[in-house]
């Protein structure tokens, strides 16, 4: 077992979370930053597992973590968090415990899933999984592919397919065209990232490539593999029409509506959340140092609140700066002066990627797309049905629904399932999602295995005590 202690301890190692322990170093604090992946840069700068990035930034980012003395600690699952500050990983070379004095929470994002029947066939991706399939490890998810969901990732995940010399059979957008003209005044917050949104959807037009704004995929078949296709218009409300239906036929779907903040390890400690649907629902709430409910604990980049990868290294900055006020390295009016441009910086950001959130976030009517017969929770195999029977049966929070059928219990711990149950929930309840609580967080975070954490013995080893008298 590897054991660490310092001042601040960083979880993830994306954008926020990396800019947040560069800082922090900076103040003099000793840091340990742990993430999950190989290296640094999160989803927005993926290191490839081959050959030079395709964005400069994530080498620069990588760099200037190896000049610092950061303690980067990659590949390191992180399954339980204690308060104080302990915290227990799974590395390459077994269990490590870290104690810090403050903690900073950049754990990012989950993609949101709404399960459309056949949406666990093999050849069926998350946008998020072939965005790293696409950019880590060069890797076509097909060779036709349909795209569909909501949202920017879209026109990334099409633009890099027909890059890699895969052919994309149609980009199924569910937001009408509509809603990408009335975000143009925040979109010119951030001129640079909207010419590039512009750019791959110009390669796409070149390329000839479908595209079906205001549709959504309604069916998805196939054997051993997804063959077939189905995409269908949406009303105003989201639902399916049966008018216009189209079919294609793919070896692949990638496949996602938006993103959700990850907050498992703020909730595991206890921290006050809230619900706000403009920064993708459930949040820690933090104040204008990064700060959450609880002492010493900060959150920032998109796990406090969707704003975008622009704006994610700036919360990241703030959150150390308030780490150092919290330890007393830094005076109260130094870090507030130290913070306002960059609270500044963060807001035009943001404006941005909040407009980007919005178009990402799918309408309340594609839950039709779910069927009775669709499986909700494909780790422990809860369909539609078994559920809303529960909810009928008097389940009304997540944790009722987990106790009544399984759903959330198995391996992905609800972050495939969760929000989905949670539009299940507020439909057949006919409450607003946000009277939906968020589930309840408890270790592990991952799963991790049982021989990892009991570590090497011997069982002739054990002391078996005497059994007791009759």
């Given amino acids: ?174 937001r009408p065209r509509g809603a990408w003209l009335a975000a143009a005044g925040a979109l010119a917050a951030r001129p640079d990232l909207a010419a590039r949104g512009l750019g791959w959807m110009a390669r796409l037009g070149a390329a000839r490539v479908p595209i079906l704004a205001g549709h959504a995929v309604t069916m998805i078949e196939g054997d051993a593999t997804v063959s077939r296709v189905t995409v269908a218009p949406l009303a105003a409300d989201g639902t399916p029409r049966g008018d216009g239906v189209r079919s294609f036929d793919v070896d692949s779907l990638c496949l996602g509506y938006g993103l959700v903040p990850a907050t498992e390890a703020t909730r595991l400690l206890g921290a006050r959340h809230a619900f706000d649907a403009a920064r993708g629902g459930w949040l820690a709430e933090t104040d204008a140092m990064q700060a959450t409910s609880l002492p010493g604990v900060f959150a920032c980049g998109d796990g406090a609140g969707l704003a975008g990868a622009a704006a994610a290294p700036l919360s990241g900055r703030i959150a150390a700066i308030g780490a150092g006020r919290h330890l007393g390295r830094i005076a109260e009016n130094d870090a507030a002066a130290r913070v306002e441009p960059l609270r500044v910086a963060h807001d035009r950001a943001a404006r941005f990627g909040r407009a980007m959130t919005a178009l990402a976030t799918p309408p309340a009517g594609l839950l039709a797309l779910m069927t009775a017969e669709t499986m909700l929770c494909r780790c422990e195999a809860v369909t539609r049905a078994t559920a809303s029977a529960a909810i009928a049966g008097g389940a009304r929070t997540l944790g009722d629904l987990k106790a009544a059928t399984r759903c959330g219990m198995g391996p992905c711990g609800g972050r495939l399932c969760g929000e989905a149950a949670a539009m299940l929930l507020a439909h057949d309840t006919r409450q607003d999602r946000a009277a939906i609580g968020p589930a309840t967080a408890r270790p592990p975070l991952r799963p991790v295995p049982l021989a990892a954490l009991a570590g090497a013995f011997r069982y002739e080893d054990l002391p078996i005590p005497e059994p007791a008298p009759l």
Wanted: proline share 5%; net charge negative.
């Fill in 1 to 174: 077992m590897s054991d660490a202690r310092c001042d601040l301890a960083v979880l993830g190692a994306g954008p926020a979370g990396a800019a947040a322990a560069l800082e922090a170093a900076s103040l003099g604090l000793s840091v340990v930053l742990l993430d999950e992946a190989r290296d640094a840069g999160g989803q927005v700068f993926r290191a490839p597992t081959h050959g030079a990035a395709e964005e400069a930034e994530g080498d620069t980012l990588r760099a200037a973590l190896a000049a610092s003395s950061v303690d980067c600690r990659f590949a390191r699952r992180v399954w339980t968090l204690e308060p104080g500050f302990r915290i227990a990983a799974l590395g390459p070379d077994g269990s490590e415990r870290i104690e810090a004095a403050t903690l900073i929470v950049a754990t990012g994002a989950v993609e949101r899933h709404i399960p459309t029947p056949g949406w666990t066939l093999p050849g069926v991706f998350g946008l998020a999984a072939a965005t790293i399939l696409l950019k880590a490890e060069r890797v076509l998810p097909g060779r036709r592919v349909v795209v569909a969901g909501t949202g920017p990732l879209l026109y990334l995940v099409a633009a890099k397919i027909l890059a890699g010399g895969g052919t994309v059979a149609a980009v199924v957008d569910a």
